[in-house]
C-alpha cells in the first residue's frame, strides 16, 4: 500500500482540528457549499455505484451491522479535509447494501477525553434494542503511555464504548473512560487498536490487534459478562516476524491491525473459524479450528484476501445470515490530489465470503449487484480475441474460461491491468503472484470498473482493486480483451444517487 495512505503514519503528520463546518474543507465558508457539491458531482474519476462520502476522506469500515432492517456502515472520516485527520466515525444507511443514504456523522472526537486525538476503528454489536461500539480512542499522552510505536511514541490508544438506543442509529452516548484503558502489564506492545467483539455463550469476546516487539504481530482476546467490564484472556493467535525492521511495525509484519475473527459455515460443510488481519500493506487470512474450552485459535489455512488496493476490513452478517466482508478502497495519489478533487478512498463492494470442504476461503460479489445492471455491452470477437468496451468508465465484466486464456483492461492510453489463466496448473496469475483454484471452482474473472476503480474476482478465491486516474474531464472508455479459451458477457451499472454523491442526508 502507498506509503502516502499508511493509518499509523499520518497518525504523527496530522494536525487534529474540530469545529469547522462540517462536511466541508477545511477552511471554506458555506457560501462555497454549492460551488463544491457542483465540482464533486461532475468530477468522472468519483465512483457511480460505491460508497463514499459526499466529500472529504473516508477510510476503515467500521461496525458495519444490520438492525432493525436496515444496514449500517460507519467509517473512519475527516469532516474537514480530504486527507487523513480528525478521525470521527461517519455513517451511512441502506435497505440492500447498494443503495445507501448519509446520515449526520455518528461519533467525533471528544475534548479532553480518551478519544481527543481520534475516534479509530472498531465494531458494533446489538443487544436488545440497543447497539454497542467498542472502538480505539486515542489521546497524545507521554512515551511511557504510548502504544504507537512509529518513530514519534506520544499517542495513547484504549478501547471505548458508546451506544445508541436510536432505531436509526443517529445518536450515540459515549461511556467517558475507557473500558480497557491499558495493555496487559509486562508486554512490550508495538500497538493496541482495532477491537471486535461478538457474544458466546454467557460472555462476551472481544479481539484486538496487536504485537510484540521483535516477536511479531497477534491477536490479544478479552473477555466479560457485559460490554463495560472486561479482562484479559491470552493471545488468541500470533504470527512469526521476519525479523526486518521498519519505521512502521505494522508495516513489516511487527503489529497485526484490524483483526476480525469469527465462525463461518457449519461443521457437515467445510465450517470452521477465520481470522482476517491487516499487515505489510496486504490483507491476510487464516482459516482452522477454534478449542471453544481453551479459546486458542489453530490456524490450518491461510492466504491473502486481495492483491490490490484494499485494506482494513470488516465484516457483518446479512440478514439472510451471510458473512459479508468489505474493505477500504485507498486512494494512490498524492495528499495535494486528494484536497484539489475534495475526495479520497470509498468501500469496496460486499463480498461474500464462505468457506470449501477443505477449509479455504472463497469469495464472491454480492449477488444482488445484478439488480445494478442496466442493459448488455457488446461483446465482439476479433483478431485479438473478445472485446467489449465500457463506456466512460462504468461496466461489470464476466470472463468464463475453458482453456487457456488472458484478460486484458486498458484504458486507451495504457494497460491497466492483465490477468492469465494456465488451464494445466489451474491457476490464475498477475500482478506477479498467482493463486490456484480448487477443482470445484470456475475459472473465471468478474469485474467491476466504476469512475477510477476496478474490483476483480479470481475464480472465487481472491480479489484484484486496481486504482487508475486520468486527467480528461470525461472518464474514458475502458477496453475488456478477453483472449484464448473464453466466453465474456458485460453490462452497464447503474449509479446509486443522481450526482455521484452517493445520496445526501434526508
Known amino acids: 500500500m502507498r506509503r502516502a495512505v499508511t493509518r499509523r503514519e499520518f497518525c504523527r503528520s496530522a494536525a487534529m482540528v474540530v469545529g469547522a463546518v462540517a462536511g466541508l474543507p477545511r477552511g471554506m465558508g458555506a457560501e462555497d457549499a454549492g460551488a463544491v457539491q457542483r465540482r464533486l458531482a461532475e468530477d468522472p474519476m468519483r465512483p457511480q455505484f460505491h460508497l463514499l462520502p459526499a466529500r472529504n476522506w473516508m477510510n476503515d469500515p467500521n461496525g458495519p451491522i444490520y438492525f432493525k432492517g436496515h444496514y449500517h456502515m460507519f467509517f473512519q472520516y475527516n469532516p474537514q479535509a480530504a486527507v487523513w485527520g480528525d478521525m470521527s466515525w461517519g455513517h451511512a444507511v441502506s435497505e440492500d447494501m447498494m443503495h445507501w443514504r448519509h446520515l449526520p456523522v455518528a461519533m467525533t472526537p471528544t475534548p479532553g477525553g480518551p478519544d481527543a486525538y ?45 451506544w445508541s438506543d436510536d432505531r436509526l442509529l443517529r445518536t450515540w452516548v459515549k461511556e467517558p473512560e475507557p473500558v480497557v484503558a491499558r495493555p496487559p502489564a509486562g508486554m512490550k506492545i508495538t500497538g493496541f487498536r482495532d477491537p471486535s467483539v461478538w457474544r458466546q455463550g454467557e460472555w462476551y469476546y472481544m479481539t484486538v490487534g496487536c504485537g510484540v516487539e521483535d516477536v511479531g504481530g497477534c491477536v490479544l ?150 439488480s445494478l445492471r442496466r442493459g448488455a455491452v457488446a461483446c465482439a470477437k476479433g483478431a485479438g480475441g473478445v472485446k467489449a468496451v465500457l463506456p466512460r468508465a462504468n461496466g461489470e465484466v464476466m470472463c468464463t474460461g475453458s482453456g487457456d486464456f488472458s484478460v486484458a483492461v486498458s484504458d486507451g492510453t495504457g494497460e491497466l491491468v492483465r490477468v492469465s489463466y494456465s488451464a494445466a496448473r489451474r491457476a490464475f496469475a498477475a500482478e506477479g503472484k498467482e493463486i490456484v483454484l480448487e477443482p470445484e471452482d470456475a475459472a473465471t474473472v468478474h469485474g467491476f470498473v466504476d469512475g477510477s476503480v476496478m474490483e476483480l474476482m479470481l475464480g472465487g478465491r481472491i480479489g484484484l482493486t486496481v486504482r487508475f486516474y486520468y486527467t480528461e474531464t470525461v472518464a474514458p472508455d475502458i477496453v475488456v480483451v478477453a483472449d484464448g479459451a473464453v466466453r465474456m458477457e458485460a453490462w452497464r451499472v447503474k449509479a446509486i444517487s443522481g450526482d455521484r454523491l452517493s445520496s445526501q442526508v434526508s
Not at 454497542?132 to 504507537?148: E, N, P, Q
Not at 499517542?155 to 458508546?162: D, G, K, V
Not at 492483491?307 to 498524492?334: C, H, M, N, V
Request: glycine share 12%.
Open 221 to 370: 482476546l478479552y473477555r466479560g459478562r457485559d460490554l463495560k467490564s472486561w479482562e484479559y484472556v491470552h493471545e488468541l493467535t500470533s504470527g512469526e516476524w521476519d525479523g526486518k525492521k521498519t519505521a512502521n511495525p505494522v508495516g513489516d509484519g511487527e503489529m497485526w491491525e484490524c483483526p476480525e475473527f469469527f465462525a463461518l459455515g457449519d461443521s457437515a460443510h467445510g465450517g470452521g473459524h477465520v481470522l482476517i488481519y491487516s499487515a505489510e500493506g496486504k490483507v491476510f487470512w487464516e482459516s482452522g479450528v477454534m478449542d471453544e474450552a481453551a479459546m486458542k485459535f489453530q490456524p490450518l489455512k491461510k492466504g491473502e484476501l486481495d492483491w490490490g488496493a484494499f485494506y482494513a476490513p470488516k465484516t457483518q452478517l446479512d440478514a439472510a445470515g451471510r458473512r459479508i466482508l468489505w474493505g477500504w478502497i485507498p486512494e494512490k495519489r498524492s495528499e495535494a490530489a486528494m484536497t484539489a478533487a475534495g475526495w479520497s478512498g470509498m468501500m469496496s463492494l460486499p463480498r461474500v465470503l464462505t468457506l470449501d470442504a477443505e477449509g479455504m476461503l472463497k469469495m464472491e460479489t454480492l449477488p444482488a449487484l445484478e
Open 118 to 162: 481520534g475516534c479509530f476503528s472498531g465494531s458494533a454489536i446489538a443487544a436488545g434494542e440497543r447497539v454497542y461500539a467498542v472502538y480505539t480512542g486515542t489521546r497524545k499522552s507521554s512515551d511511557a503511555l504510548a502504544t504507537i510505536r512509529d518513530g514519534a511514541n506520544d499517542i495513547e490508544e484504549s478501547q471505548c464504548l458508546a
